[in-house]
C-alpha cells in the first residue's frame, strides 16, 4: 500500500516544513513496525519549492490472518484461500488508514510544537493514493471528497488488465486530491476515515468506541456532509446501534455549529440534577437479573447456559467472580461467533479466559461433557422446541447431565394481550413453537421435577400484572435425589 503527501514552498516557507509537521525528517528514511506490517516514511524529494513525504505499508498477509485466527475484514471473500490471496498487500484499506494513525498520530491531531502556526494554518497539498478501492466507483469517491474543501478530486478508474480494455474496469482508482484551503491534520482525518468508507470494509471487529474515533477524526466536516449517512454506515460496518448513536450525535454538531452554540448548550432538554423519571428496564435485563439471582442463591460456581444464544448472559456472568467456570452452549455457530465477538475471547486475559468456554452442542441428546455442573440455565430456550422434541431435552438436562440447580425461564402467554404492538393471537418471535400459560407451564415443571428426583419453585418475571401475571415466568429446580425411577419415561426421554 502506498501514498504520497506533497506540499510546495517558497524561501519564506519552505516545503521542508512538511518534516516538522509530520515529525519525519526528510533527511532519512524510517520503518515502523504495526499489528499490520511495517510502515515505511522516506521522501522521494526534499526541496525547498517542494517536498513529498511517502507511507508505504508492506503487510505481512499472512501473519494477519494467523493473528486473527483467520477472521478476515468484513466483505472479504468467502472462501478460504481468498484470506491469504486478495488485495491487502496493494490496495488502500483500514490496513492503510490504522497504520496512518499510528505514524502520524501527531500530525492527524494537528499538534507541531516547532512549527504550531503553521500547523494550524492551511497549506497546498497533493495526496496521491494510486490504488484504492472504490465500491460505488469514481463517482463516489467524488461525492465523499469533492464537498470537503479541495479543488481537485481526480479518481481515475483503473482497468482490469490494460491488455485487455474490453474486460472494462475494475472498482479501483488512482486519487489525486489537490488543494490548498486545508490543513494538513484535516487532510488526514479525512484520509482515515473514507479510505475503509471506500472500500466498506474493516480488517478489524467495530466496537462501540468506534463511534468515538469517527467523531473525532470527523470533527469539523462530517455533521453538514451530504453523505453523512454512508459514511457512519460503512467506517461502522453496518452495524446499525452504533451508526444510528453516531448519527445523533453528528446531529446535535450540526445544530449546534448552526446556531453558533456548544454541544452541551444545544442537548439540555433533560437537567440530569433534577431528572427523577425512571426508565423502563428492558424484560431481557430484568431477566438475567432474576436469573442471576437464583444462582447466587443456589450458591452455584460452575454454570451451563444451555441455548446461550449470542452471550448476554455469559457475559453477565463473568462479571461476577464467584462463577468460576462458564460453558455456553448453543445449537447455532453463528450464535457462537457473535457470543465470541460479544465477549471477545481473542482479546481476553489468561485468567479470564479460563473461566469461559463456548461449545456447539444440540440439547435434543445427551452430552457427556455437560455433566458435572453446579447449575444449568433454559433462558427463553424451550419454547423453540416442537412439543414432540422436549422429552429428549428434558431427559438430556435433567436425567443425564443433572446438574443440582436448573433455571427454566419461558414466556407466559397470558400477558400477550398487554403488548400493543403484538397481533391478536401471535406468538412473541417467529421461531416459538409454543407459548405456555401459568398453569401449563407449572404442570410442566412439577411432572419433570417428580420425574427426575428435583424440586421446583416458581416466580414471576418483569411487571407482575395482577389480571394476566409477569411477562415471563421462571421455574427454579433443586436436586432432591428422590428420583421417580421410572425406566420407561427415561426411554421416552431418550427416544
Not at 484535516?186 to 479510505?195: F, I, P, T, W
Not at 471487529?205 to 453523505?227: F, I, N, S, Y
Not at 440534577?273 to 436469573?291: F, G, K, N, Q, Y
Not at 394481550?417 to 400459560?437: C, I, K, N, Q, Y
Request: charged content about 25%; hydrophobic content about 45%; overall charge negative.
Amino acid at each position: 500500500m502506498f501514498l504520497t503527501i506533497s506540499t510546495t514552498g517558497s524561501p519564506e516557507r519552505p516545503a521542508t516544513d512538511l518534516g516538522f509537521l509530520l515529525h519525519k525528517h526528510p533527511g532519512r528514511a524510517q520503518a515502523f513496525s504495526t499489528s499490520q506490517g511495517v510502515a515505511h516514511v522516506f521522501y522521494p524529494e526534499a526541496g525547498m519549492e517542494r517536498c513529498t513525504a511517502a507511507l508505504l505499508l508492506e503487510v505481512d498477509a499472512v501473519a494477519l490472518v494467523r493473528r486473527g485466527k483467520g477472521k478476515g475484514r468484513g466483505g472479504a471473500p468467502d472462501a478460504a484461500l481468498a484470506q491469504y490471496v486478495n488485495d491487502r498487500p496493494y490496495a488502500a484499506s483500514s490496513l492503510l488508514a490504522v497504520a496512518l494513525a499510528q505514524v502520524f498520530k501527531t500530525a492527524l491531531h494537528g499538534v507541531c510544537r516547532a512549527l504550531p502556526e503553521r500547523a494550524a494554518a492551511p497549506m497546498p497539498l497533493r495526496i496521491e493514493v494510486p490504488v484504492l478501492p472504490a465500491r460505488g466507483g469514481a463517482a463516489l469517491v467524488r461525492e465523499l471528497f469533492g464537498p470537503l474543501g479541495w479543488t481537485t478530486v481526480d479518481a481515475e478508474p483503473l482497468p482490469l488488465d490494460a491488455e485487455f480494455p474490453e474486460w472494462g474496469d475494475s472498482r479501483y482508482v488512482r486519487l489525486v486530491l489537490e488543494g490548498e484551503g486545508l490543513r494538513l491534520a484535516d487532510a488526514l482525518n479525512q484520509l482515515y476515515v473514507l479510505l475503509p468508507v471506500l472500500d466498506d470494509a474493516k480488517h478489524y471487529w467495530v466496537a462501540p468506541d468506534e463511534v468515538d474515533k469517527l467523531l473525532r477524526a470527523g470533527e469539523g466536516w462530517l455533521a453538514a456532509h451530504p453523505r453523512r449517512e454512508l459514511i457512519t454506515t460503512r467506517y461502522l460496518s453496518r452495524r446499525r446501534s452504533l451508526a444510528r448513536e453516531a448519527s445523533e450525535r453528528l446531529e446535535l454538531v450540526r445544530l449546534a455549529e448552526a446556531d453558533g452554540l456548544d454541544v452541551e448548550d444545544v442537548d439540555n432538554a433533560v437537567d440530569e440534577a433534577s431528572d427523577t423519571e425512571e426508565r423502563p428496564v428492558p424484560l431481557a435485563e430484568h431477566r438475567r437479573a432474576a436469573i442471576l439471582a437464583a444462582l447466587r442463591a443456589a450458591g452455584a460456581a460452575r454454570v451451563l447456559d444451555l441455548g446461550c444464544g449470542q452471550g448476554q448472559l455469559v457475559q453477565e456472568l463473568l462479571k461476577d467472580v464467584r462463577f468460576t467456570e462458564i460453558v455456553g452452549v448453543d445449537v447455532s455457530v453463528r450464535a457462537l461467533t457473535v457470543a465470541a465477538r460479544r465477549l471477545r475471547l481473542d482479546r481476553m486475559g489468561e485468567r479470564q479466559a479460563a473461566r469461559v468456554k463456548l461449545v456447539q452442542g444440540s440439547l435434543a441428546y445427551t452430552d457427556k461433557r455437560l455433566g458435572g455442573y453446579d447449575a444449568a440455565v433454559l433462558s427463553e430456550v424451550i419454547e423453540h422446541l416442537d412439543l414432540p422434541r422436549l422429552p429428549a431435552l428434558e431427559y438430556a438436562v435433567f436425567g443425564a447431565a443433572r446438574p443440582r440447580t436448573v433455571v427454566v425461564t419461558t414466556p407466559n402467554v397470558e400477558y400477550n394481550v398487554r403488548w400493543e404492538s403484538l397481533p391478536a393471537g401471535h406468538v412473541r418471535h417467529g421461531d416459538h413453537r409454543f407459548e405456555w400459560t401459568r398453569a401449563e407451564f407449572r404442570a410442566w415443571a412439577a411432572a419433570v421435577a417428580e420425574r427426575y428426583g428435583y424440586g421446583v419453585e416458581f416466580a414471576p418475571v418483569g411487571a407482575d400484572d395482577p389480571e394476566v401475571g409477569a411477562p415471563t415466568q421462571m421455574g427454579v429446580f433443586t436436586w432432591t435425589g428422590a428420583e421417580a425411577g421410572n425406566d420407561e419415561k427415561e426411554k421416552e426421554g431418550r427416544a
